[in-house]
């Protein structure tokens, strides 16, 4: 292991620390964590969460001098699918599309819902050579629901957070929505 780099014990050690931190934080402003920090719907981090956390691993990553990389994924069509199939609809796929998330991507990573069809997945310690590969997890998975005629249409944009370069966090989704890598209908 190469200096600065953390093993997976202590990365999840990090991130359990992390989200304690976030639920005190939360709990001690009135409100219960879970109504502060997290999305009703998908019961993912929210995006007050999201930047929160995405934030302290900024500044963790910038010591340890590690990079993440970022995937932006939308939901195509739910505006369409409120419309013609109803808004429970609608929710069913944002449900479906954080459920596929959480579920492929480790525990240590922070996935949460950013937008009303937009979700964000930060891979901690993730290299410019693991975006391409946290990308096509996505997209097989993805393809899996099509051959099951279980369409969840969504649009990915990838993009790495390098602490030579730093950037903010709205710079870093915008970098990620401008590197849209393919529509994949699933």
């Not at 959480?102 to 922070?110: F, L, P, S, V």
Request: with cysteine; net charge neutral.
């Amino acid at each position: 292991m190469g200096e600065g780099e953390m093993t997976k014990e202590e990365l999840a050690r990090e991130v359990e620390r992390l989200r304690a931190r976030l639920a005190a934080l939360s709990a001690g402003g009135g409100g219960g964590s879970e109504v502060a920090y997290h999305d009703a719907l998908t019961g993912l981090y929210n995006r007050n969460a999201f930047f929160t956390l995405t934030l302290q691993q900024f500044r963790l990553a910038s010591r340890k001098r590690r990079s993440m990389v970022l995937l932006l994924c939308k939901v195509v069509g739910l505006e369409a699918t409120n419309e013609t199939r109803g808004r429970d609809a609608g929710d069913e796929m944002l449900r479906r599309a954080g459920a596929l998330l959480k579920q492929i991507y480790r525990q240590a990573d922070i996935v949460a819902r950013v937008g009303p069809d937009e979700f964000a997945v930060l891979a901690i310690e993730a290299t410019a050579a693991h975006q391409e590969l946290l990308a096509n997890r996505l997209h097989q998975h993805l393809a899996q629901l099509t051959l099951t005629a279980d369409e969840l249409p969504m649009r990915v944009g990838v993009t790495r957070w390098d602490p030579a370069e730093p950037c903010t966090v709205k710079e870093l989704m915008e970098r990620a929505r401008e590197n849209t890598l393919v529509d994949r209908a699933v």
